[in-house]
């Protein structure tokens, strides 16, 4: 995640001991344990083209094995877990395994499509001490409903955010950067503004599950680079932007950030440079792991054609990240400037559409003659 508010603008934010650990570079590199994201099931209400779930009613962790897996995390002790899906709220259990987890040390967030969630919901959220939901959205009433494939979608999309807030939860949205979608990042924004929700994240788009047969959906580098500009401008001027925007899914958004700051001769560049250090890039299966409905265990939750890490009760015994110099990574990736600081940003987006783990990550927003970092070792240093 790239907190682009915190960059520009300063601050101190909830979770910034998570994205911003003090110690930095080369290991021991497992700073705390993973943040948790429980794929609880892939049921869900919508059929939206980008989903990495592919809506297949696969069978999940029964409920008994779910407070086991719950037990278990509150033992090892994550940042967070965030509870996600396919659409969570579809899971049948899903109100008694949230009330199970209120009884146990964890903190618990939402990542939810927010149709299901009714004023009685909300407040039911708020009571069990849901520290946050994300809430998808992908534009304009029209736009949003037929990308999602159900008519009155965003109606109550729109009434979930509200109950929400209602209730006094910590709310954000969340759109992701496709290419159908990109011209209505500014809808977007002006839905984020008038809503006045906490927090905004742009997720970069990587294929797998249903999107990954959709292949219109990958943009092209210049357009992500003209609509993160536009991001960087809107949080920039102030205004009515959320106090938390952040970009996910592409750690070069914030080495793009930095190189705008100082080719300016802007001074938040060096601040911009000591947090992209201590962010430490790309950490799939270090920072943060996915838990599928299966209870099988992945690096993340766009990983899951590659091989799994083990079960959820392996989370505890995950190796350390391999120091830096040991990848080989290709391409681009293999020359970059900015590895020490990305360290190869989203490994999953290589796989799919490479198909090698190592190659490099097509995402990458950053153009060709970007990749030297040597001005920074002239300038800013
Ligand atoms: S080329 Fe690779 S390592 Fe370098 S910034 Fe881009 S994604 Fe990161």
């Not at 990749?371 to 800013?380: A, E, M, Q, T, V």
């Amino acid at each position: 995640m790239i907190h682009v508010y915190k960059l520009l603008r300063g601050g101190d934010y909830r979770g910034d001991e998570v994205r911003f650990p003090a110690r930095a570079k080369e290991g021991p590199n497992r700073l705390t344990p993973p943040v948790v994201v429980w794929h609880m099931t892939d049921l869900c209400n919508l059929r939206c083209r980008h989903c990495y779930a592919a809506g297949a009613k696969s069978p999940v962790m029964p409920y008994g094995e779910a407070c086991s897996f719950l037990d278990k995390m509150a033992e090892t002790n994550p940042p967070s877990i965030l509870f996600s899906g396919g659409e969570p709220l579809a899971r049948s259990d899903f109100f008694e395994l949230l009330d199970y987890a209120s009884t146990l040390p964890l903190r618990v967030s939402l990542s939810t499509n927010g149709t299901l969630i009714d004023a009685s919901a909300a407040r039911f959220l708020k009571k069990k001490g849901v520290g946050y939901v994300g809430v998808s959205m992908d534009g304009p009433e029209a736009v949003h409903d037929a990308f999602r494939g159900v008519r009155g979608a965003f109606g109550k999309t729109l009434a979930g955010v509200r109950n929400l807030k209602k209730a006094g939860v910590r709310v954000g949205l969340r759109f992701t950067m496709v290419r159908p979608l990109l011209s209505h990042v500014p809808d977007v924004m002006k839905i984020a503004e008038e809503m006045e929700v906490d927090r905004i994240c742009f997720y970069h788009f990587i294929a797998s599950g249903r999107g990954r047969f959709e292949t219109d959906l990958p943009p092209a580098r210049a357009e992500v680079r003209a609509e993160l500009f536009r991001i960087f401008d809107w949080v920039d001027r102030g205004g009515k932007a959320p106090r938390e925007v952040l970009t996910v899914g592409n750690f070069s958004d914030g080495i793009l950030l930095l190189l705008q700051l100082a080719k300016r001769g802007d001074r938040r560049a060096e601040s911009a440079s000591n947090l992209l250090e201590r962010s430490r890039g790309g950490r799939s299966g270090q920072g943060i792991v996915s838990v599928r409905w299966d209870g099988a265990l992945f690096a993340d939750q766009f990983s899951w054609n590659l091989p799994s890490l083990g079960h959820w009760s392996d989370i505890g015994k995950l190796p350390a990240e391999p120091p830096l110099a040991d990848h080989r990574f290709k391409g681009r990736c293999g020359e970059c400037g900015w590895l020490s600081l990305c360290r190869g940003n989203m490994r999953a987006r290589a796989a799919s559409s490479r198909g090698d783990l190592l190659d490099e990550d097509p995402g990458c927003v950053l153009l060709d003659e970007e990749l030297d970092s040597d001005f920074l070792n002239g300038g800013l240093r």
